[in-house]
């Protein structure tokens, strides 16, 4: 498996995003905005959490626009796996590669915290290495979480099995418990919490190695 | 020439900061005080001849998110 990280400025989990695919099994090449172009031979492109650009005019806005996003597209259409983690999620949905909008969370306060995450799926690249219904320990750390989208999209994601997590405890407003959604293709993941933050024992929590595990295993195979 | 966009949560998308200043108002007792919506507002200065339209599509590609948000366009 072949991962790009992407870094932006303002990013600040590219690093440990990069580690976690590492300790997967994963050969890593950070790539930086302004590059036009994804490494050859990428499978997978992480977007990471962090404030990219400040999140000045809104979260992921200006890094959606960014030159590397175009190519970010671009592999995704042809089939590439995408994982935006937090603001990496913010990017995506910005992007549109995703459906919705995080908007400011519910209670206005910046939640830095361990959720319970409930496995709503377990039929993609990132998510097999879990039963549906499973609960994880996964942190999140955002001010702009709260997902929204319509009426009508929130039932398409529940019709076509999209929503990959929920929040047992909802934290920040999101609808429908939104944590984490999959493309229409299931190879594009974007999700609030930061599974990277847990997957080494020093972090103080191994629920997010499935994820990052299930991943390279099906990496390798195709 | 300038332009002014303004940026707003679109009816039906919960402002949880524009609830937070309802309440402060309240507490400060301003009473009466309904409902607030919290948005922004950009400020454009342009090239001679840019036209509405310009200004437009710049909001679609990037001053507004049309998911959540609607904008309205001044040109002053």
Redo the contacts between chains.
């Keep these: 498996m072949h991962a790009a990280v992407v870094v932006f400025p303002g990013s600040n989990c590219d690093r440990d995003l990069a580690v976690a695919f590492k300790a997967a099994g994963a050969q890593v090449s950070m790539v930086w905005h302004k590059d036009s172009s994804l490494p050859a031979g990428v499978d997978i492109v992480g977007i990471p959490g962090g404030f990219s650009f400040g999140d000045y005019?809104?979260c992921g806005?200006i890094a959606a626009?960014s030159p590397i996003c175009r190519s970010v597209a671009e592999h995704a259409g042809r089939g590439g796996y995408v994982l935006g983690v937090c603001n990496g999620f913010q990017v995506l949905?910005?992007t549109g590669l995703l459906?919705?909008?995080l908007?400011?969370?519910?209670?206005?306060k910046y939640i830095c915290q361990t959720v319970g995450l409930k496995v709503e799926t377990s039929q993609s690249a990132y998510t097999e290495g879990y039963n549906a219904g499973d609960v994880i320990d996964i942190p999140i750390a955002h001010h702009d979480g709260?997902y929204?989208?319509d009426d009508e999209t929130i039932a398409r994601l529940q019709g076509d099995d999209r929503i990959a997590f929920t929040y047992t405890d909802n934290p920040n407003?999101a609808r429908a418990d939104i944590a984490g959604i999959l493309s229409e293709n299931r190879r594009v993941l974007g999700m609030m919490p930061h599974p990277e933050r847990a997957a080494d024992p020093v972090h103080g929590g191994t629920d997010g190695q499935a994820l990052f595990r299930a991943l390279a295993g099906a990496l390798v195979k195709a | 020439m300038k332009a002014r966009v303004q940026v707003m949560l679109k009816n039906g998308v919960l402002d949880p900061q524009g609830e937070a200043v309802r309440h402060a108002l309240g507490a400060l007792g301003f009473d009466g005080v309904k409902g607030v919506r919290q948005g922004k507002v950009i400020e454009l200065d342009l090239d001679a001849g840019a036209t509405e339209a310009d200004v437009t599509a710049m909001c679609e590609k990037l001053l507004a998110n049309t998911v959540i948000e609607s904008y309205s366009v001044e040109m002053i």
């Design positions: 005019l809104r806005a626009n949905t910005e459906p919705g909008a908007l400011r969370n519910a209670g206005l709260n929204f989208a407003g």
